[in-house]
Structures are given as structure tokens and as C-alpha cells.
């Protein structure tokens, strides 16, 4: 077997190497290699000279001393070396498997922008969470050859939150495998979390074993972040629901016993609402049995909610009337006060729709507020929503923004009757009435769709006071209206520093010819906010054409240095290059 | 012929993007007066005004391999953004440089560089004329550095590596800037890698990535110590051979044997491409195509490294470009360009070595096409087909101490399998090569072959005709082969998997 002679060979003459020359003379396993070598030399002759010269070799390095046995051994080693490479052989594959069909990741990053990357996501410096938000919004950051440093990344206290949270679950089930395989269980710390969530995030369908390893094996830092995953990526997957009872059982630690409590709440049995309604009374914990009840599946769980408010508004009031006597009343420790109940599971019952929620928190408006207002919103029964959208026409600044909220889940016509209201309101440009327009036109531009009517109403705007002005111009902008384009141009000259603004906003968003000429001369605004406005108005416009101008404009700016110019050109320049 | 004024000139001479774009702006600004243009677009110049009362005197002089820029602005080296906004300038629209006799200074500037440029490629032609003394003197003082290093080696080896420890460690970079200085900057590197190798990471450092240290200073100790065996073994061989060579020099050898050259370059010989081409290291009509591109900070050197392995379409041979930038200059020294477009280069140098071979060439000699189906078609028929015969070739390189201890090639895969927590490549023989990364690895690509293959399946098996470029390395802990695999080909599909 000259293979495993030349080998052990090798191993003897490295250990030697390691220890030093001087252990060679007298070394035993050295003498065994030259026996053995020597009787292969013998036996394969001519057809191998290299034995034979390795084992004269291994007789110098024997025989040597003082300072020639580093030389023999060096120079052994080196023709050792040589050999055991020319012997070399591929590694024993062992059984083969067919490859696990995954999805496609592409490899959009050009070199030098994977570079910037790269260093942003594994090295320290400045600007690194911007570079990596701004390469996760573009799309850029599922790219294949990012997978490794992304995973490292999870570890960055820094990056690590925006990298599990956004960056990984980009990935898909692709990025699965290579993370696993780094989780520590037992041992887990704050970083296994991480990994864990972004893994079950990537691929859901699949996370059974891992999560059900985790809840079992893991640190209290895992058990929390398995949780977690649970409540928000496999919610109510029954083969988890006596894992979970068991740990609201046991559990000692508080961050680990929340998010049992909130990993609950996707199962309807009696078991798991027993366990949210306890908790509810514990002020430690009812938070998250509010949570928890919130999104219950127990069809129980939101009558045991109203009839539970209903005792804790009735303490509540007992409470305030008496509130002089009870005051050096003892109070048993983490007990939860009834004023204090009472908004917690008004926000609770928000999440869940039935009619009766609004029977209930409709009353509580005047005393709690938003959060009533929420709980009957989550009724879904148009009647009493209309009711809560019909407080945008009162006076409670604080109530507008959930009536506004109320108003667009109406039907068209009810919607655009009540939001438009704001912007006819006589009391339009009071701090009420413009708080009202504020909530009103809010909830026009975040809507999914934009009644067409709104378009004639907002472009009969353009004589209404400045205030009024800056709120309704987004919803142009919202509409794409092209008619806004020209009014939109003509007051942008002279309009206030905050119509201006939204005037920018909205002039990007419809685009069009035109628009660039209108926005340019803003660009150097005396106003910051204006010239930023301009910018992204600017880029908003995604126009080839407008990297010229602007080059123009910065060639103008002679004399000084407009960063603000310098820092559009370059963003214009990387958007369309060449140009 | 003039170099073409393209976008892959602007391309291939601008180090900076902002200087680009800082020049386009000072066109637009008007900076420009007098531009001028031979006629047959070999020289343009003009003036550009800057900051200062009198504008600054630029020319552009293209006839040469390398665009020769000059500007009277205080930036160095060009180009500057003066110089680069003229030459957007002339892409743009050449006609608002004027047709005009070239200023005798310009022309004499030129001949001048002609005359230089033919000077220099007479000499490299010519047999060397050697200058005996201070080739004598310089032979003496790197034979002496080679003595030293022979008592390096053999001190260490008498002490043992495994004694190696930071105090002794450091004593060999001091004795590596001794090689430096003797004009033995490969020997100093080797002597920086073991040094590197003997101190271990410490705990505190242990949330620093990988890459940045040397690799594989952080494996067990028997793997570490056999990497720093692998340095010894290489020391020892270049005192060996560098005596050899070294002695060669001083008998005036004509034309010097291509390992006696690989010798040389290990010692520090730093090539020039007149003497590539003298030394007949040069192809022409050469078809490039860039498969894999890596860039990585190499701490022993103090330089980022940026190469792109190259097929060569004709032959099948996989070169690799690479760049050196300095760290201390890395903002003046231009970062290399990744090449998405398969190159044409007139005339290339090859450097001498072994599997991988070094490619350089002027930017005259490059220009860039887009991609089109058969250059897959030639790219898989040049693939390695039989993985035996790919093994072959990188075992006969690592018998060579001095050899590089990985070899990059393109093998055909008739598929990619798991083969337990790593992947294999089968050849259509049903030979098997085990993929796994380095333990040394720069970065980490076995994954992104995992998913880049899972993702390109028919009923379970690879689509073809795929290729897979793969660095073969030689196992730490056993003498058996694996495979880093570095970019995938499937069909008219390319995936870069490492960066």
C-alpha cells in the first residue's frame, strides 16, 4: 500500500515539523516509515524510483544531526509533499442524492455595487443601515451572492434586526438550509432568535420540525423568538398548541410567557382561552392576553370580552366615584385597575368584527375615546361605523382621525360625503377644521382607490387658503390628475413654503411633460424643505432627460458648492447612466 | 490606427464615477474653449478653465496602445475630471472639436513617447544587454537574502512551527521586509503568510468576519500547521530554485525556460508587457469571457485584489485578470471593471505559470461585444468534458512546490448532486468531484450552487449543457481533491455565484 505508507510518512514528518528537527534522529515512528519504505522500494523497484529516493531521504533525516536535520527534514518534507500530490485523488463523494428543486435568486448587483454591499453588510463604517435599506427597497438585495454575507449579518447588533426582519424573508425558502444549519438551540442566544424568525419567515410551510425542536431544546431567547414565529407566521397550527399550553404552564420567564400568550391565540380550544383570560388579570401579562384575546379563534373569546368589559366598566365607574375612599385601600400585587382594563380590551376587541362590539363601546367614546372608537370600527357593521365616521363632523380633534378612518370603509357615496365635507367645511382653515381636513385627505391618499370625484373638488381648491391648500394638493397628486398640471405650475412660483412642498409632492407623482421646467427653479429654493420636495418631486419622475437640466443647473450654481444639486445629479446619474 | 474613442475606453480609463461626472458638468458649464482634433482622431486637445485665472492645458493623445492624458491641473495621476469631461465631450459630438494641426508641443510630446514606446520594445526584442556590475551587484545582494532565508527556514523547522509564537512571528516580518529590500518581494510575502498563519485570533477578535485576516489563521491547530507546512515547503523550494535562476542570470542566459520564469515572478520579477511580449508570453485575436470576478482585501499584502477568471474561447483555457490596488492608494488607483460582455483583444501578454495564466493587455487592444448564443455554444464545447483529465492537470501543477495550490477550471457537468451536507459534480463518465468551500475560503459559494442549481432542474436533474467553473483545492486534513465552485452555466444561463 505505498498510499498509506507515503501518507503516514507525511503525518510523521509534519508532527516532526511541528515539534522541531531535533526530535527527528530519534524518532520511532520515522524509523518505522523507513523500514516499510525500503521494503516497498524493494518490491516495486523501477516502476516507482520516488520510494526509493523518499526512503534514502527518511535515512539522511535519521542519521543527520545538529543543524543538518532541519535541512534533510525540510527537504523530506518538501519531497513528501510532492508526492502525497501527485497521489492525490478526489474526495469519496459517498452516496448522491438528487439536488432539492429551490427558487430561482437572481444576481442583479453589478460588481462594484456588490462590492458596496458586501463591506455594508460584513464590515463597520458609516452609513451601512442606509446603504442596506436602500438596497432592500431597490430589490437589490436578493441577489444570489449575498446569501452568506446577509446570514453574517443577522449577527451585527447594528444591521442585524433590519437584515432578519427585511433583507432575509426576501430570500425565500432558499435561504433556509444555510441558516439552519447555524442555530444554536440550547445555548441560544439573542442572534438564534433572530435566526429562527427569519427562517420560519422565509418558509412557513416548512418550519414544523424547527420550531417544535426550538420549543423543546431551546434558551429562553428561543423558546420567545419560536413564539413569536408562531403567533405571526403559523398561527394556530394545531401541532403546536400543546407545546404552547405547556410552556403558559411552566413558564417562568416573563418574555417567553408573553409570547406563549400570544402564540395562543390562534387555537379555539377552552384550554388555550382559559389560559388568555387568566393572564388578563395579572398586570404583567395582560398586555399580551389582550393581544392574545384580540386575535382569538375561540368563538367564545369575544363574548367572554364584552361581558368582562362590562364588569370592568362598572368597577371603573365604582372606581371613580369612590375614588377617596379606596385610596389607602390595599391593592393586591400586578392587579390589573379596571380604568386601566377597560382601553386594553376596548383595543382588543377592535380587532375582532361583530356588531355587538359596537353596542358596547359606542358609550365609551365620550369617556375612552380613540380607543372605543377603534372597537366598534372593528364591528364591521356599516350603521355603527357610520356612526363613528360621523365624528368627523364634530369637534374632538382626537376622534378624526379613527372617524376618517370609519368614512373610507363606507360605501363610495357615504365616503366621499363625509371626507369631502372637511374640505367644504365653513370652519375649514380653524386648527379644528383643518386637524378634520388633515384626517379627511389622509385617508383619501393611503386609500386603495380614489373616488374620481375628488378630483373635480380638490382642482376647485386652488383659491382656498394656504393651509387648506397643502392638504387637498396630494390628493391631486394621489389622482395622477393631468388638469392639476398647469394650476399646479402656475402658483408654484409664489405659493407659501408649505403648499410649495405639497405642490412638489404631487406635481412627481403625476408627471408628464412640463413638470421638470416647474420643479427646477425650486431646486434652489431658499426653503430646505422646498428644495428636498423638488428633489424627490424630481426623481419621482424617473425622466432620462432630466439628468441634463440638472447638470445645467449645478453648472449655474457656479461659485458654491449646492450639495443639494450634486446629490440629485449623482442619484439621476446612477438611475440612468451613461447620460 | 488611433485607439476608438467608446464608451469601453471611458469605461476602462475612469477611476473615479464622480470625476466622470464632475467632467460632464464642466462641459455643460462651457468650460471647454479651443477644442481641437487631428484628423484622424488620434490627438485631442483644448483648455478647460478651472478655478484658477488661467485655464488649464489639456490633450488627449491616442495613438499610441494606452491613451496618453495630460492636464495642467494639480490632480495626480490622470485622469482628471478636466481630461475625462473632454473625452465624454468628443463622444458625444466630435464635431465641436475642430479639425486642426496638432501645437509642435503636443507632436513633439508624441514623437518623444514613439520613440520611447520603440525604444522600449527594441529592448525588450533585443537579446538583454546586460549591465554585468549592477546585475552582479543585485544578483549578489538577493543570493545573500536567498541565505537568509535558507537559515530562516532551517531555524524554524530545527524549533518547529508549532513554537511559532507571536514574538517569533514578528521577528519574521521584520526579516520579510529584509527580502523586501534584497528585491525578494515574493519571498517576503511567503515569509508574511507564515507569519500570519502563527498567531491565532484571539477571543476578542472573534466577532471580526473572515475576511478579514489571513485565511485559515483561525482553523485547529493541525490544520493551521499543516497550512503553515504548505508556506515552508514553498520557502524551501525558492531558495532552492531561486539560486538556480539567480545564478542563470549572472551567465547571461538568452531566453529564459518558462519555470525558470514562474521562479522568477515567485521571487518579486515584475513583468511589463513589452517584456511579455518579448519573452514571446503573447496571444493574439485572443476571445475572452469573463466567468467569475472576485474582489477581496488581502491583509498580508496590504493590497485589495480584484480578478475576473476569463475563458478563453478558442482554447478552453480559463486566465485570470487581476488587479493590485494598494490599500494606502486605493483612491488613486482605478478598481477593475467586470466585464458582462465577452472581449476581444487584439494582443494580449500571458504571463508565465501555470494552469491559470496571468492575462494583461493594453486598452487599445480590448473591445467588447454584446453576447450571443454560440458563445455558449463555444463556451460548453471548451468546458473540460472528462473530470479525470481536469484532475490530471491540477495534480501535475501541485507537485510543484512552488505551483499555486489551487487551479481554477471550467468542467462539463452532466449533473450536480447532494452528496450530504456538500454537492458533487458528475461528469458524464459518472466520475464524481466533491464541492465544498476552503476552509480557507475568501468567501463562501457552495450554497449559492445549491440554490443556483436547484433552481435550474427538469424532473430532478440539472438542465443541459451545463458547466461548472470550480477552483480545485487540496484537502487540509486529507490529500483529496474537492471543488469550490465559482460560477455556473446552464444552457445560455450564467450565474455568478462568488463576488
Known amino acids: ?579 | 490606427m488611433p485607439i476608438v474613442v467608446n464608451e469601453d475606453l471611458l469605461r476602462a480609463v475612469v477611476t473615479k464615477d464622480k470625476a466622470l461626472s464632475d467632467g460632464r458638468t464642466l462641459v455643460k458649464k462651457g468650460a471647454y474653449k479651443n477644442l481641437h482634433r487631428l484628423g484622424d482622431d488620434s490627438l485631442l486637445w483644448g483648455e478647460c478653465q478651472g478655478s484658477g485665472a488661467n485655464p488649464y492645458l489639456l490633450s488627449i493623445d491616442l495613438a499610441g496602445d494606452n491613451p496618453v492624458i495630460r492636464c495642467t491641473c494639480p490632480v495626480k495621476p490622470p485622469p482628471c475630471k478636466h481630461t475625462l469631461g473632454m473625452l465624454a465631450a468628443f463622444l458625444d459630438s466630435p464635431a465641436q472639436f475642430a479639425v486642426a494641426p496638432a501645437p509642435e508641443e503636443l507632436l513633439a510630446k508624441r514623437s518623444k513617447n514613439v520613440e520611447r514606446a520603440e525604444k522600449k520594445a527594441e529592448v525588450a526584442a533585443k537579446p538583454r544587454e546586460v549591465d554585468k556590475a549592477a546585475l552582479a551587484k543585485k544578483t549578489r545582494v538577493q543570493r545573500d537574502a536567498l541565505d537568509l532565508l535558507e537559515k530562516l527556514v532551517l531555524d524554524t523547522t530545527a524549533a518547529g512551527l508549532g513554537t511559532l509564537d507571536r514574538a517569533k512571528a514578528t521577528r519574521l516580518v521584520e526579516q520579510a521586509r529584509q527580502m523586501h529590500d534584497a528585491y525578494l518581494p515574493g519571498a517576503a510575502e511567503a515569509l508574511r503568510r507564515l507569519a500570519a498563519l502563527a498567531i491565532r485570533r484571539d477571543e476578542d477578535d472573534a466577532g471580526r468576519f473572515y475576511q478579514l485576516e489571513e485565511p485559515g489563521h483561525d482553523l485547529a491547530d493541525d490544520l493551521r500547521h499543516r497550512l503553515m507546512a504548505r508556506h515552508l515547503y514553498r520557502l524551501w523550494a525558492l531558495v532552492r530554485k531561486g539560486r538556480k535562476v539567480l545564478d542563470e542570470k549572472l551567465d547571461e542566459t538568452e531566453g529564459v525556460a518558462d519555470t525558470e520564469a514562474v521562479v522568477e515572478d515567485l521571487l518579486g520579477h515584475v513583468w511589463e508587457l513589452a517584456a511579455l511580449k518579448a519573452a514571446g508570453h503573447v496571444r493574439s485575436d485572443l476571445r475572452l469571457f469573463e466567468l467569475a470576478d472576485e474582489r477581496y482585501s488581502d491583509r498580508v499584502r496590504e493590497e485589495r485584489i480584484e480578478q475576473g477568471w476569463l475563458l478563453d474561447l478558442d482554447t478552453g483555457d480559463v486566465l485570470v485578470e487581476r488587479r493590485f490596488r494598494p490599500f494606502a492608494a486605493l483612491d488613486k488607483t482605478k478598481e477593475r471593471d467586470s466585464h458582462d460582455r465577452p472581449l476581444a483583444i487584439r494582443e494580449a501578454g500571458i504571463y508565465p505559470g501555470f494552469i491559470n495564466r496571468r492575462v494583461r493587455w493594453e486598452i487599445a487592444a480590448l473591445a467588447s461585444r454584446p453576447v450571443v448564443a454560440g458563445d455558449f455554444t463555444d463556451l460548453h464545447a471548451r468546458a473540460q468534458p472528462d473530470l479525470a483529465a481536469a484532475l490530471a492537470r491540477y495534480k501535475e501543477q501541485i507537485r510543484n512546490p512552488l505551483a499555486p495550490d489551487d487551479a481554477v477550471l471550467l468542467i462539463r457537468a452532466a449533473t450536480i448532486q447532494q452528496a450530504g451536507e456538500a454537492l458533487a459534480l458528475v461528469d458524464a463518465k459518472g466520475q464524481a468531484l466533491l464541492l465544498r468551500d476552503p476552509p480557507t475560503a475568501r468567501y463562501r459559494t457552495l450554497n449559492n450552487l445549491a440554490m443556483a442549481a436547484g433552481a435550474r432542474l427538469v424532473d430532478g436533474v440539472l438542465k443541459q449543457p451545463a458547466s461548472l467553473l470550480v477552483r480545485l483545492h487540496l484537502g487540509l486534513a486529507d490529500d483529496a481533491i474537492f471543488g469550490q465552485p465559482l460560477a455556473l452555466v446552464v444552457a445560455n444561463d450564467h450565474v455568478r455565484l462568488g463576488m
Open chain 1, 1 to 579: 500500500m505505498p498510499r498509506d505508507t507515503i501518507r503516514r510518512l507525511g503525518s510523521d514528518v509534519e508532527r516532526i515539523l511541528v515539534a522541531g528537527a531535533h526530535l527527528a534522529s530519534a524518532d520511532p515512528a520515522l524509523t518505522r516509515d523507513k523500514t516499510a519504505l525500503d521494503a516497498l522500494a524493494t518490491q516495486l523497484g523501477a516502476k516507482a524510483p520516488v520510494i526509493g529516493q523518499l526512503a534514502a531521504a527518511v535515512g539522511r533525516t535519521l542519521a543527520a544531526s545538529g543543524a543538518d536535520t532541519a535541512r534533510e527534514l525540510v527537504g523530506l518534507a518538501t519531497m513528501t509533499a510532492q508526492v502525497r500530490a501527485a497521489q492525490a485523488q478526489p474526495a469519496p463523494a459517498g452516496p448522491l442524492t438528487p439536488l432539492i428543486p429551490r427558487p430561482e435568486i437572481g444576481t442583479p448587483c453589478n460588481a462594484k455595487e456588490l462590492g458596496e454591499l458586501y463591506t455594508a453588510l460584513v464590515e463597520t463604517g458609516k452609513g451601512r443601515i442606509e446603504r442596506v435599506q436602500q438596497a432592500i427597497e431597490r430589490g437589490d438585495i436578493v441577489d444570489l451572492r449575498l446569501v452568506e454575507p446577509l446570514i453574517h449579518a443577522m449577527n451585527d447588533g447594528y444591521l442585524g434586526d433590519l437584515v432578519a426582519d427585511q433583507a432575509i424573508p426576501r430570500l425565500g425558502p432558499a435561504i433556509v438550509a444555510p441558516i439552519r444549519g447555524i442555530i444554536e438551540f440550547k445555548k441560544g442566544r439573542r442572534i438564534d432568535g433572530r435566526r429562527l424568525r427569519a427562517v420560519v419567515a422565509a418558509d412557513p410551510a416548512n418550519a414544523h420540525g424547527l420550531l417544535a425542536q426550538a420549543l423543546a431544546e431551546g434558551s429562553a431567547e428561543v423558546r420567545e423568538s419560536a413564539l413569536d414565529a408562531i403567533a405571526d407566521h403559523v398561527p394556530g397550527d394545531p401541532r403546536f398548541e400543546q407545546p404552547v399550553q405547556a410552556l403558559v404552564a411552566k413558564e417562568r420567564h416573563g418574555g417567553v410567557f408573553r409570547a406563549a400568550l400570544r402564540a395562543l391565540a390562534g387555537y379555539a380550544s377552552d384550554a388555550s382561552l382559559a389560559a388568555l383570560t387568566t393572564a388578563l388579570d395579572d398586570a404583567r401579562t395582560v398586555e399580551a392576553a389582550a393581544e392574545g384575546l384580540g386575535n382569538s379563534r375561540h368563538p367564545g373569546a369575544l363574548g367572554w370580552m364584552l361581558d368582562r368589559l362590562a364588569v370592568a366598566v362598572v368597577a371603573a365607574e365604582a372606581e371613580n366615584s369612590s375614588t377617596s375612599n379606596t385610596k389607602n385601600t390595599p391593592v393586591p400585587a400586578n392587579s390589573v385597575k379596571p380604568v386601566d382594563l377597560v382601553p386594553i380590551l376596548l383595543s382588543a376587541l377592535a380587532r375582532h368584527r361583530d356588531p355587538r362590539i359596537a353596542g358596547a363601546a359606542l358609550p365609551l367614546i365620550d369617556r375612552f375615546g380613540d380607543a372605543a372608537a377603534q372597537a366598534v370600527l372593528g364591528s364591521g357593521d356599516p350603521r355603527q361605523v357610520a356612526a363613528v365616521a360621523d365624528l368627523l363632523a364634530g369637534d374632538d380633534r382626537k376622534l378624526f382621525a379613527v372617524a376618517a378612518q370609519a368614512a373610507v370603509r363606507l360605501a363610495a357615496d357615504q365616503a366621499f360625503k363625509r371626507l369631502s365635507a372637511a374640505v367644504t367645511a365653513s370652519d375649514r382653515d380653524t386648527k379644528t377644521g383643518l386637524a378634520r381636513l388633515e384626517a379627511a385627505t389622509d385617508q383619501v391618499v393611503a386609500a386603495e382607490t380614489v373616488d374620481p370625484r375628488w378630483g373635480p373638488l380638490a382642482l376647485k381648491q386652488f383659491d382656498a387658503p394656504p393651509e387648506v391648500l397643502r392638504q387637498v394638493l396630494p390628493v391631486l397628486g394621489r389622482l395622477r390628475e393631468r388638469k392639476a398640471v398647469k394650476p399646479l405650475l402656475k402658483l408654484l412660483p409664489a405659493a407659501p413654503d408649505l403648499v410649495q412642498v405639497a405642490a412638489c409632492g404631487a406635481l412627481g407623482a403625476i408627471g408628464g411633460a412640463g413638470v421638470l421646467p416647474g420643479l427646477l427653479p425650486l431646486l434652489g429654493h431658499r426653503d430646505w424643505s422646498v428644495r428636498m420636495a423638488a428633489q424627490h418631486a424630481i426623481v419621482a419622475l424617473d425622466d432620462p432627460t432630466s439628468v441634463d437640466p440638472v447638470r445645467t443647473l449645478l453648472v449655474q450654481a457656479d461659485g458654491k458648492e449646492d450639495w443639494t444639486l450634486r446629490h440629485l445629479l449623482r442619484t439621476l446619474e446612477r438611475r440612468h447612466p451613461g447620460k
